[in-house]
């Protein structure tokens, strides 16, 4: 363990991040920190200019090599504020505990976040969405951090969301935390929701029992990704440690303690049948992190993985 001067930040040398992943994947980090509060998070980030942001690791794919160089872990910034219908959340709480929290306030637009593992900064950052709600849907705005301007607010409008973006992802913004105007309702009506969309996930999507990454590729504009790797048999595919799921041709799962350098070669399988058949060049949703293996950089390289 190495300690920041000023105000102590966590810090921890070599740290294998592996078992904080969905996909039980990946290696050791060269610095790891954990902030507890902006403060922190603005001290580590101003000494580690380079460093890489993530939440609960559940949308990306960490080497197996490990990464050379800064990574800030936001599970410590985790304070909830209710006042009333307004919500404010800190960029590491993670979804289904903000989901259950709201919930029991009688305050409703949350009940998607309930079946998926991410933080809400993740989930900002990707505007993850599930069951027709969206995490932009009741945000007013978000508390954000970047070098050149340090801390500082953007409204919903500024924040380009779409399908699966935020202006976050290219200009290289962290979210620290989002405020949002949530619904009065009655309580039992949003448990029943979310217990409806946990039911649908058990159906229709791999545990976490089963590593996973969530959706691996997105869906192009007017069609399914799934139903369109499916169709080219992809529920057949595996790679070392790896396969795609059988009951859902969109989901890569680890069965066999896989790398990362199994998973991109899956997904290069899965990418090529669907370019091969359609013309169709499916974008990735999961992220990437690492450095150090030169053949997964490549694969990334040819997939357009972030
Ligand atoms: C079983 C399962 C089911 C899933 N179902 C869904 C679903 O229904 N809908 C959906 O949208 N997604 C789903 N996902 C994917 C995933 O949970 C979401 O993409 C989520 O938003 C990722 O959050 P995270 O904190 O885990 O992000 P991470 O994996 O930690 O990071 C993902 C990206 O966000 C960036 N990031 C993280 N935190 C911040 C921050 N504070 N500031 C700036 N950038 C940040 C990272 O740099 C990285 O590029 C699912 C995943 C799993 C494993």
Known sequence: MMRLSALQVECVENFNVKNLTSLKIG????????????????????????AKIFGNFSNTLVSSDGYDG???????????????????????????????????????????????????????????????QCISDKLVKVVCFS???????????????????????????????????LDKKNPDEIQKKMSENLEFRKSHQPSLALPNCGSVFRNPEGNSAGKLLESIGAKEFSQGGVKVWENHANFIVNTQNATSEQVLGLMLKMFDGVKKRYNIELQPEVRYLGNKNENEVRLCGILNVK
């Open 147 to 181: 070098k050149e301007k340090g801390v500082f607010e953007l409204t919903k409008e500024e924040m380009g969301f779409d399908y699966r973006t935020s202006r976050c992802q290219a200009e290289s913004i962290v979210i620290l935390g989002a405020e949002f105007v």
């Open 27 to 50: 290696g050791a980090v060269a610095r790891c920190y954990f902030p507890k509060s902006v403060d922190e998070f603005v001290e580590v980030a101003q000494n580690e200019g380079e």
């Open 70 to 132: 800064a990574v800030i872990v936001t599970s410590k910034m985790d304070g909830i504020k209710i006042d009333g219908t307004k919500v404010f959340a800190e960029c590491g709480v993670k979804g289904p505990k903000l989901s259950q929290t709201v919930a029991k306030q009688g305050l409703s637009g949350f009940e998607f976040m309930i079946g998926f593992p991410g933080s809400v900064g993740g989930n900002v950052f990707m505007n993850a969405s599930a069951h027709g």
